[in-house]
């Protein structure tokens, strides 16, 4: 088995597939009647997408939103924005912890709990570039995986 790698996605298919993956039937969702353009809830394969403002869900409840996002070869991520919830700090999520994500309802759910979330790294908008901080933050979320 491949070790967890928290930059990369995971199942690329849940940001481009369309289906949401918790219905056992795995059929396509489609737009609400009367919805602008009609058509389906998520652009095809390989199409880029832009999570910028989707809601983010912890398993046990909202986190906030996704301030900024990058799918950068090998080194994927989310800002989200915690608003008040923790005193406005940001959090960087390596895309690693996507479970799933909902174009319908532009929601981004995460695997990990708001508690775990909470404990992560500093968000740091000057340092996050940078390989050290990286690390750190995705050693945080690679023990986190080891330890449930």
């Known amino acids: 088995m491949q070790p967890f790698n928290p930059w990369l996605w995971r199942d690329p298919s ?3 597939g369309g289906y949401d993956q918790t219905r056992p039937d795995d059929v396509p969702r489609q737009r609400p009647e ?8 998520a652009p095809g394969p390989g199409t880029p997408i832009d999570l910028t403002g989707y809601r983010v869900e912890a398993t046990d409840g ?8 990058s799918d950068d070869a090998g080194a ?3 800002v989200v924005d915690t608003g008040p919830w923790i005193f406005g700090r940001k ?20 695997d990990r709990t708001r508690d775990q979330v909470k404990e992560s790294p500093a968000f740091d908008p000057d340092d996050f570039d ?8 995705g050693d945080y979320y690679a ?6």
């Open 14 to 16: 849940a940001l481009a």
């Open 34 to 41: 009367g919805d602008a353009d009609g058509g389906p809830d």
């Open 143 to 148: 023990e986190s995986y080891r330890r449930d």
């Open 76 to 78: 994927g991520y989310l």
């Open 130 to 137: 940078r390989a050290g901080y990286r690390e750190q933050v």
């Open 91 to 110: 959090v960087l999520l390596p895309v690693g912890t996507v479970a799933r994500v909902d174009h319908l309802e532009r929601v981004v759910h995460v």
């Open 62 to 69: 909202r986190i906030g939103a996704v301030d900024r996002a």
